[in-house]
């Protein structure tokens, strides 16, 4: 693995890109931005949590279906999501999630 501008190897950062959801991912775009891997999962990060995130919101606006869906549904996808993405991430891989993947893969470059 390589080094990134802050020391970290490429897995550890892209897995930290994880570690607060869109937050961390907002804050490895800034910090690594000529890093491919990283800004791939930090990309992916934004898309996947900021969505998650806005579709909270809004379920959460919706009486008893949203609020169902905000607090049965949405964390432990959230959840489920984070630790997968972490642990690719630390393995080297770009796994991709779909959609947001895809769209982290076409902007990276």
Same mark, same amino acid.
């Given at each position: ?8 190897? /490429?897995?550890?950062?892209?897995a930290l890109a994880y570690a607060l ?10 910090? /690594?931005?000529?890093?491919?891997f990283v800004r791939f999962h930090a ?13 909270? $919101? ?12 905000? $607090? ?7 959840a489920v999501l984070w630790l997968l993405?972490? $642990?690719?991430?630390?393995?080297? #891989?770009? $796994? ?8 982290? #893969?076409?902007?990276?470059?």
């Amino acid at each position: 693995m390589n080094k990134t501008s802050s020391g970290l190897d /490429e897995n550890v950062a892209g897995a930290l890109a994880y570690a607060l959801g869109w937050i961390t991912g907002i804050a490895f775009l800034v910090t /690594e931005p000529a890093n491919k891997f990283v800004r791939f999962h930090a990309l992916q990060s934004l898309i996947v949590f900021g969505a998650l995130s806005l579709a909270w $919101f809004i379920a959460m606006s919706i009486p008893l279906l949203g609020w169902l869906i905000a $607090f049965v549904v949405i964390p432990p996808l959230s959840a489920v999501l984070w630790l997968l993405l972490m $642990f690719k991430a630390y393995q080297g #891989a770009r $796994f991709k999630v779909p959609f947001a993947g895809d769209v982290a #893969a076409q902007r990276e470059s």
